[in-house]
């Protein structure tokens, strides 16, 4: 019998952000909502929202730019 374990909440934003991004709503060198923005649409505190976007930054999916967003990475540039 499989257990099935619950997700944290910052790992179900990181999933829905991911397909999101997969279906296209979110284009290659475009920017994903800003953490504020996030926080609002999931209904989640700051350090969930960094959490999420941190873990699709640190699978390749996106790149943080300081100051100037956090922008999805094309297929083909990921590692």
Same mark, same amino acid.
Request: aromatic share 8%; glycine share 6%; net charge negative.
């Given at each position: 019998? /499989?257990?099935?374990?619950?997700?944290?909440?910052?790992?179900?934003?990181?999933?829905? +952000? *991911?397909?999101?991004?997969?279906?296209? =709503?979110?284009?290659?060198?475009?920017?994903?909502?800003? /953490?504020?923005?996030?926080?609002?649409?999931?209904?989640?505190?700051?350090?969930?929202? +960094? *959490?999420?976007?941190?873990?699709?930054? =640190?699978?390749?999916?996106?790149?943080?730019?300081?100051?100037?967003?956090?922008?999805?990475?094309?297929?083909?540039?990921?590692?």
């Amino acid at each position: 019998m /499989i257990k099935w374990e619950p997700k944290y909440r910052y790992e179900e934003v990181a999933d829905d +952000l *991911r397909e999101r991004i997969a279906s296209g =709503e979110f284009p290659p060198r475009t920017a994903i909502p800003a /953490i504020p923005r996030i926080m609002q649409q999931y209904e989640i505190g700051r350090n969930t929202a +960094l *959490r999420a976007v941190y873990q699709l930054a =640190e699978e390749g999916t996106v790149v943080i730019k300081r100051s100037q967003g956090t922008f999805v990475v094309p297929p083909e540039d990921r590692e």
